[in-house]
Every structure is written in C-alpha cells, then in structure tokens.
C-alpha cells in the first residue's frame, strides 16, 4: 500500500490552479416577479454558485483566514434572498454575483437561479451569469 501523499510536496512539484467552491441547490423563498400574485406571495428560487479563488495561501498555512469563506458568502446570499423583492430573475442573479465576487480573492463566479414552476410544462426557468478578475 502506497502512503498517503503529502499535498506540501505536491504544491512543490505541481501547479495547482485554482480552487473552486461550488454551492449547489441552495433553495431559498423570495417574492420574485412583476405580476401581481407575484408581488403578493412567496416563490422558490434555487441558487447554484461556482466560486473561483487563488487558494496557494490556505493550502499552504492550513489557516482558515488564508481561504474563502464560502460560509459568510453563503449567509449574505440568503440574507440578500430571503430579505428582497425582485421583478427579474437577472436582477437577482446580478446581485447574487456581486456578493460573490465581493472578495479580492475571487477570480471567477458564476450563479445561476432557478424560479421552479415559473412557466407551464416547464420543470424550471433559469438565469445564469458569471463575471471573471483579470
């Protein structure tokens, strides 16, 4: 049986890219919409994020202030949901990639939000939009 490989002498050898968070199927209720019944109620929204970050310094440290906190991005985003009124799935989304890509450290993110049942014969109606640091 071979040992188990030591990621500090890998990172020596190897270049690692990037690291990337994905929170997947976060589903939150929201008043999303511009109709009236819209306005009135609640509706589910599912949000899925990549996250992309340099994560050299936290690999390299094994010190949580040296990685992303995808915990405190995760809470904002249900923060910014659960709080919010939006008339357009874009909006959200947009305000969603903002809270993202907040952090310097983040190099891409993509978030795409799902509205369930928004259109008839339809599982779910989708908006995805990424932004990339250069």
């Given at each position: 049986?071979?040992?188990?490989?030591?990621?500090?002498?890998?990172?020596?050898?190897?270049?690692?890219?990037?690291?990337?968070?994905?929170?997947?199927?976060l589903r939150l209720r929201t008043f999303i919409g511009f109709n009236p019944e819209e306005k009135s109620k609640q509706?589910?929204?599912?949000?899925?994020?990549?996250?992309?970050?340099?994560?050299?310094?936290?690999?390299?440290?094994?010190?949580?202030?040296?990685?992303?906190?995808?915990?405190?991005?995760?809470?904002?985003?249900?923060?910014?949901?659960?709080?919010?009124?939006?008339?357009?799935?874009?909006?959200?989304?947009?305000?969603?990639?903002?809270?993202?890509?907040?952090s310097e450290q983040v190099s891409f993110a993509e978030i795409t939000v799902d509205k369930p049942h928004a259109l008839?014969?339809?599982?779910?109606?989708?908006?995805?939009?990424?932004?990339?640091?250069?």
């Amino acid at each position: 049986m071979r040992p188990a490989t030591n990621i500090h002498t890998r990172a020596d050898t190897l270049r690692i890219s990037e690291a990337t968070i994905n929170i997947s199927n976060l589903r939150l209720r929201t008043f999303i919409g511009f109709n009236p019944e819209e306005k009135s109620k609640q509706q589910d929204v599912i949000v899925n994020a990549e996250i992309r970050y340099r994560a050299d310094p936290a690999f390299g440290s094994d010190d949580v202030d040296d990685a992303l906190n995808y915990k405190i991005i995760t809470k904002r985003i249900i923060h910014h949901i659960e709080h919010g009124r939006f008339n357009l799935l874009e909006k959200l989304a947009a305000d969603l990639l903002g809270i993202a890509t907040e952090s310097e450290q983040v190099s891409f993110a993509e978030i795409t939000v799902d509205k369930p049942h928004a259109l008839r014969f339809a599982d779910s109606v989708s908006v995805t939009l990424s932004a990339s640091r250069d």
